[in-house]
């Protein structure tokens, strides 16, 4: 199972909501999905502009507790 997002789109949605500031949301999700360790769950698509999650399970189940606030 696959997860795509537009995460340019969310960014400019959210740099007009919120002015320059980015909101947490975005800031963790951005950071997960930058960080090379966890490529093998979520990484980067071919074009860089949206991600996938890869391993719903170890995503829902390993990562999201270390990111704590990640659905803020």
Known sequence: ???HHD???AAN???ATYGNTVPPFLSKTYDV???PSTNSVI????G????VVWKVPEFSRDLLPKFKG???
């Not at 860089?48 to 991600?51: G, H, Q, R």
Request: net charge negative; hydrophobic share 50%; no cysteine.
């Open 70 to 72: 990640f659905m803020i």
């Open 43 to 46: 990484s980067w698509s071919s």
């Open 7 to 9: 995460f340019i789109s």
């Open 13 to 15: 949605t959210a740099a």
């Open 1 to 3: 199972m696959t997860f």
């Open 48 to 51: 860089n502009n949206s991600f």
């Open 33 to 35: 999905v930058d960080d």
